[in-house]
């Protein structure tokens, strides 16, 4: 794979650009667990609102300055550095929405919904760690540019979103008791693991096919 | 399925540059800063060789610029010639030179290097005009770009009057000039004066050797002399602008975060480095066209270029015996100088170039084509028209 060979000069302002998505993810599985413990981690939702929000606003305002900075770089470049800030503007969208479906998750925690039967729960729980891992997984890669790593991760966020679609079809079909919770969590829980995997997409599809994995 | 492209290529980062290419950039940056030296030398010694040729009139060769003595004529002459040569760095090395070889006096000289200062304008105006597709993003970006010609525009409608009337500018630059060049009638001694004779010296004996004498000779030399002064200031801005774009991205990233004097220094850093207050004030136009940048944030950083491009008349007066061209120099940095006490200390005085670039944004926003007659008449129809009105030579 070729090797984007940059000058020095413009290394430094990318590699802050790079540093601030980084922090993006960082906080956004922050948020993520934090919200997914009020949901069925037992955490009362009340003791973490403050955290969740003010972290959340934080996500807003890296985005923006990610913004500013990407428009700064391109000024100073100029078009050379234009594909990789077209990513970067996307990345840092991902990201951004990352929080937003947090504070869904957090939203739906708050209303303690009724998530079916123990055995469900128990799915919610196992799943929801998985994307925290995944999230953690994403920071990593990203930091190390690991495009097998990407790959990896890529399907592993398949599988889960693959999951949360049929429990998602089935809590609707069953309508059963807790079926809007489920739905909900799983929905969201999907959603996350999405955004995910458009992190991984930057480092194996070319920039037409971001956020559409080509299997 | 359908094959894909392929991937993106993996952004990894480089480390610091090695010590042999920045070496290597010091170096080519130093030979350029003596090419434009012995460019300035050259364009001295070819006036002088016209003037003694007796191609500008009579032997006496403050006649070649007689043109020049009406002040609006000056002016006019040095709005036209930075708008064609897209550079107050041009004008004003150039203005060095031609004082310095004694065809024109200081004073004649110091309504040019005001002209020079509107006819800059010219470059972050046009870079605006590529925004006008998108009516919001054109609004701002247009702002951003003529409320540096409402300055200098203001500026120059008060220290021309007061250059007229009292000479408070050449004056004050001949002071100055007495105290840095330590003496008043002696001939001010450059450092590496002997280096650039040389030089010279054998830019001149390749062109004689070409059979040229007289007029053609002096005539060559000239225009050898100012595209030897283009390609080295054009070269000097492009190297210096790859090795410290990081640097200017960096001071562009500080402003945004930043008030009161550090847009002002980092304006002044940005120019005295890439040798060009075009380059700088260009680069905040796309800014302020995205929003990222506010009017009020990158005014600062236009005054700290006007400050900035100083430097490059200070430079090219190194090359120069005579102390009238370090006069000449001074009377730059005075007005832009001067021009910054005057305006940046004052909110109510610094918000009135703002307001007024805010108001003919709006309106060429909501008609372009007033934009474009803006641009036509400041910088081509007026100074045109001042020309030919006011000059009194052929």
Redesign the interface.
């Known amino acids: ?16 650009i ?1 540093r601030n998505f980084s922090s993006m993810l960082q906080d956004g599985r922050h948020i993520f667990d934090a919200a997914t413990n009020a949901l069925v981690g037992g955490t009362d939702p009340e003791t973490i609102r403050e955290d969740l929000f003010s972290t959340d606003q934080r996500i807003n305002r890296t985005e923006q300055r990610i ?3 990407i ?7 100029g078009a050379q550095s234009f ?2 800030l077209l ?1 970067m503007m996307s990345l840092a969208k991902d990201a951004e929405r990352i929080g937003d479906y947090c504070k869904n998750i957090f939203d739906l925690a708050a209303l303690a919904p009724d998530l079916g039967s123990k055995e469900d729960r128990a799915i919610i729980v196992h799943r929801k760690d998985r994307v925290s891992a995944l999230l953690g997984d994403a920071r990593d890669m990203f930091d190390a ?1 690991d ?1 097998k790593r990407a790959r990896t991760l890529l399907a592993d966020c398949d599988k889960v979103e693959n999951e949360c679609d049929a429990a998602l079809v089935q809590a609707v079909r069953d309508n059963g008791s807790g079926a809007a919770g489920l739905a909900l969590s799983n929905r969201y829980l999907k959603r996350v693991a999405s955004h995910t995997a458009n992190v991984a997409t ?6 037409d ?1 971001l956020d559409f994995f ?1 299997e | 399925m359908s094959r894909s492209p392929g991937p993106l290529p993996t952004v990894r980062l480089d480390g610091p540059p090695s010590r042999a290419e920045l070496v290597a950039r010091l170096l080519i940056l130093l030979a350029l800063l003596f090419g434009f030296l012995v460019a300035i030398e050259t364009m001295s010694k070819a006036i002088k060789m016209l003037a003694t040729a007796g191609f500008l009139g009579g032997g006496d060769s403050n006649e070649l610029f007689r043109g020049v003595s009406n002040p609006f004529a000056g002016l006019a002459l040095g709005v036209l010639f930075t708008v064609v040569v897209q550079s107050s760095s041009t004008t004003t090395s150039t203005l060095v030179a031609v004082v310095g070889s004694g065809a024109l006096s200081v004073e004649h000289a110091v309504p040019m290097v005001l002209g020079a200062n509107i006819g800059t304008t010219i470059t972050n105006t046009l870079v605006s005009i590529g925004h006008m597709r998108r009516s919001i993003e054109f609004r701002r970006a247009f702002a951003a770009a003529t409320v540096h010609d409402f300055f200098n525009l203001s500026m120059v409608a008060i220290f021309l009057p007061l250059e007229i009337f009292t000479g408070a500018l050449s004056k004050t630059a001949y002071w100055l000039t007495g105290l840095l060049a330590g003496g008043s009638g002696a001939e001010y001694k450059s450092p590496i004066k002997s280096s650039i004779k040389f030089v010279h010296k054998q830019i001149l004996g390749t062109v004689e050797a070409l059979g040229l004498e007289g007029t053609a000779l002096g005539a060559t030399c000239l225009v050898v002399g100012i595209a030897l002064t283009l390609a080295c200031l054009y070269l000097i801005t492009k190297n210096m602008r790859l090795v410290i774009a990081g640097q200017i991205e960096a001071g562009m990233n500080r402003i945004l975060e930043s008030s009161g004097i550090v847009p002002l220094l980092v304006g002044i850093g940005i120019t005295v480095a890439v040798q060009s207050s075009s380059i700088t004030t260009s680069l905040l136009v796309p800014m302020c066209a995205a929003g990222v940048l506010s009017l009020k944030q990158a005014f600062p950083v236009m005054l700290g270029a006007n400050i900035g491009t100083t430097v490059t008349a200070l430079l090219a007066s190194l090359a120069q015996d005579n102390e009238a061209a370090l006069t000449i120099a001074l009377v730059h940095v005075l007005f832009n100088f001067g021009g910054v006490v005057l305006v940046y200390p004052f909110a109510a005085v610094r918000n009135i170039p703002q307001r007024m670039a805010r108001q003919l944004a709006l309106r060429s926003s909501r008609n372009p084509v007033m934009g474009l007659v803006y641009v036509l008449i400041v910088f081509v129809l007026i100074p045109l028209s001042g020309w030919l009105l006011w000059s009194n030579g052929p």
């Open positions: 794979m070729a090797n984007w060979t940059q000058t020095d000069g413009e290394n430094a302002g990318f590699a802050d790079l913004r500013r900075q428009v700064v770089h391109g000024t100073v470049h594909p990789s990513i540019q495009e930057s480092l194996v599809m070319p920039l096919k080509d």
